[in-house]
């Protein structure tokens, strides 16, 4: 669980007054999503959220069609839970990452187990129709019996969504730096081999695929009709605006992400500054590699034509390589990775980015 700092928490009371601020000097947007993450939202008072809420759809379209609430599952409670479907929130997204207690003690999760269990009947019992669990493949002391529990535990509880994500090592991390010096602390010797990680990986795809999910992402999975609209939005590199310290934007042609630290962004947005911290115009090439990159996460994958007349590019004959190799398909101008080559499509990015 994130803990805030003492200095960010008293400048929460200001969180409303940014929002309101900050819109109003910001080009005009028709988004109909919200996502409220990082440093776990759900730490802050319900009302406080309510707040904030408010305020964005002060000057966006008046209802939302998805808006998504992180939150760990041992800050959830029935009080909280009610304010939150009153204030419109109508998606719970829960980093679950195991139902097995020793992995969630040696990943440093506060929860356990039975916090998930109590915090599905929580929200389910608050109205919301909506949740997203995720999964993580690779946790140390993770084996086939505890991760495939984990997963038929997921398929119990019956989300809306499912995210598998593989684990990834730091290298800046405690663990990241003991597995590098082969070192044992942080359950650094217990991590799964790579081979494991894949297999758990498309275990859970296939038991997902079973019971009716649709996956529709390299890394997410959702009962029809509940894709997650906001990374939708994401993948097919549509504008979005990021409010609150250390939120990344996007406008089609710039990347900008503001302060990371609450009290300056707050500081700059209540003197009538706008507190981006860095600013990037994507070029050319690069949007065409967000294309290809981000396209093809998507298992519909892309239309390869309409991406070679949009960015003058002839990628066709390293596309052709990855066909005979077996690492995508190509049906007539549709181009998408091969669903059982999806552990390693890694090996397709930086091919065809080269």
């Keep these: 669980m994130r803990r805030m700092s003492v200095r960010c928490a008293a400048r929460l009371p200001d969180f409303p007054a940014c929002f309101v601020k900050w819109d109003r000097g910001r080009p005009g947007s028709r988004s109909r999503h919200c996502l409220f993450w990082r440093r776990d939202p759900s730490l802050l008072e319900p009302e406080g959220l ?23 599952p041992e800050t959830i409670t029935p009080e909280k839970a009610s304010v939150w479907r009153g204030a419109g929130f109508n998606r719970i997204s829960m980093g679950v990452q195991s139902f097995d207690d020793a992995e969630l003690r040696a990943a440093g999760r506060m929860h ?7 915090a599905t009947k929580i929200l389910r019992d608050a109205g919301f129709a909506n949740l997203s669990f995720d999964l993580i493949a690779g946790l140390p002391h993770q084996t086939d019996r505890s991760w495939q529990e984990s997963v038929e535990q997921v398929l119990q509880l019956r989300s809306e969504h499912v995210s598998i994500y593989m684990m990834e090592i730091d290298e800046g991390s405690r663990l990241g730096l003991e597995v590098l010096q082969n070192g044992e602390r942080y359950s650094a010797k217990a991590l799964p081999s790579d081979d494991s990680m894949a297999n758990y990986y498309e275990y859970g795809s296939r038991q997902l695929a079973a019971a009716g999910y649709e996956h529709y992402e390299i890394s997410n999975w959702g009962l029809p009709g509940f894709e997650s609209r906001h990374n939708l939005k994401y993948w097919r590199r549509e504008p979005y605006f990021g409010f609150g310290a250390g939120a990344h934007s996007f406008n089609g042609s710039q990347r900008w992400a503001n302060a990371h630290d609450p009290a300056s962004y707050t500081d700059s947005v209540l003197q009538g500054r706008f507190p981006v911290e860095q600013l990037e115009s994507v070029t050319h090439g690069q949007a065409l590699e967000e294309e290809l990159f981000l396209g093809l996460r998507q298992l519909a994958g892309i239309d390869l034509v309409v991406i070679e007349e949009k960015y003058g590019a ?13 690492l995508v398909e190509l049906n007539g101008s549709r181009l998408r990775l ?3 080559r ?3 499509s890694n090996e397709v990015f930086v091919h065809l980015l080269e």
């Design 50 to 72: 309510t707040q904030i809420i408010e305020a964005i759809r002060g000057s966006l379209p008046p209802k939302f069609e998805e808006a998504t609430l992180e939150a760990d």
């Design 338 to 340: 091969s669903p059982d």
């Design 112 to 118: 356990r187990r039975a916090d998930v269990f109590q």
């Design 342 to 344: 999806l552990t390693v």
């Design 314 to 326: 002839h990628i066709h004959p390293r596309v052709q390589e990855l066909v005979e190799q077996g």
